[in-house]
């Protein structure tokens, strides 16, 4: 009789030492939100209402950045945290209209189309804080040289603003034009940009063909930088191709 039941305690006290040596799994760690790489922060300092819908932000990073003149950075919606999600809808690309040697980044935008992205930066409030991370350049990147430093930029409505990121920062190492089409003579920066004393043409979408026709005229082997709509990019790449500017000297980046 004790031999029989010997082997079935035997195996339990077996299964049960082998438990006991079992190593103890831990339990999982939360997951630590970290955002997309190279993630910092801004504070708003001030808004500046320009016309209608269209303001300029003016913040300061919290913490030790740099941009260049031209460049564009993503922008995360604000009020959207470290868990995103990091979608279309609430990251854009904004390019800098504040220069360098102004430390500030600044960002130009007309609000009027009620996107949700455009809802969150109109209530943002000085001492607000939003996230944005990878600063680069896009098609903006500075090609004149001290050889060939004829540049003419060809504006459409708000697509002034990195032109005049560029302008305020490098306008003293180029020989440069500005050709800014608006409507209603609502031009963006034109009192600032105007006021630096180089050719400055302001004018409609009727006449705008002619004022980039006369500047390619005046400037055939001068460098042009185009930002605006899809719209106004199309149109002027044709007036463009027309003068005989040969695509390699042609800076194109859309502002929708």
């Keep these: 009789m004790f031999g029989q039941c010997c082997g079935p305690i035997s195996s339990l006290w077996s299964r049960k030492a082998i438990e006991a040596a079992k190593p103890i799994?831990?339990?999982?760690?939360?997951?630590?939100?970290k955002g997309p790489p190279g993630l910092g922060s801004l504070t708003l300092q001030s808004i500046t209402h320009e016309y209608d819908k269209v303001?300029?932000?003016?913040?300061?990073?919290?913490?030790?950045?740099?941009?260049?003149?031209?460049?564009?950075?993503?922008?995360?919606?604000?009020?959207i945290g470290l868990e995103g999600p990091f979608n279309n809808e609430?990251?854009?690309?904004?390019?800098?209209?504040?220069?360098?040697?102004?430390?500030?980044?600044?960002?130009?935008?007309?609000?009027?189309?009620?996107?949700?992205?455009?809802?969150?930066?109109?209530?943002?409030?000085?001492?607000?804080?939003?996230?944005?991370?990878?600063?680069?350049?896009?098609?903006?990147?500075?090609?004149?040289?001290?050889?060939?430093?004829?540049v003419v930029f060809l504006a459409g409505g708000i697509g002034i603003t990195p032109i005049r990121s560029l302008i305020l920062e490098h306008g003293d190492?180029?020989?440069?034009?500005?050709?800014?089409?608006?409507?209603?003579?609502?031009?963006?920066f034109g009192q600032e940009l105007g006021a630096l004393g180089s050719p400055m043409v302001k004018t409609n979408?009727?006449?705008?063909?002619?004022?980039?026709?006369?500047?390619?005229?005046?400037?055939p082997k001068a460098w042009f930088y185009v930002c605006g709509s899809d719209r106004f990019m199309k149109g002027m790449m044709e007036v463009l191709?027309?003068?005989?500017?040969?695509?390699?000297?042609?800076?194109?980046?859309?502002?929708?």
Excluded: C
Excluded at 102 to 119: H, I, L, P, Q, R
């Design 173 to 188: 190492k180029m020989n440069w034009q500005l050709v800014h089409v608006a409507r209603d003579n609502k031009f963006l």
């Design 90 to 150: 609430n990251v854009r690309h904004l390019s800098f209209a504040s220069a360098p040697k102004e430390n500030k980044y600044s960002f130009a935008m007309d609000v009027a189309s009620g996107t949700g992205f455009k809802n969150r930066m109109d209530a943002l409030k000085p001492g607000d804080k939003t996230l944005f991370f990878k600063s680069k350049f896009k098609h903006f990147k500075p090609q004149w040289t001290a050889e060939s430093n004829d």
């Design 25 to 33: 799994q831990e339990a999982p760690k939360p997951e630590v939100k």
């Design 205 to 219: 979408r009727a006449g705008a063909a002619a004022a980039v026709a006369a500047a390619v005229a005046q400037k």
């Design 241 to 256: 191709k027309q003068g005989g500017v040969p695509e390699d000297m042609i800076k194109a980046e859309s502002f929708e």
């Design 55 to 79: 303001s300029t932000w003016h913040f300061v990073p919290d913490q030790k950045s740099t941009f260049e003149a031209g460049m564009m950075l993503h922008m995360i919606a604000p009020g």
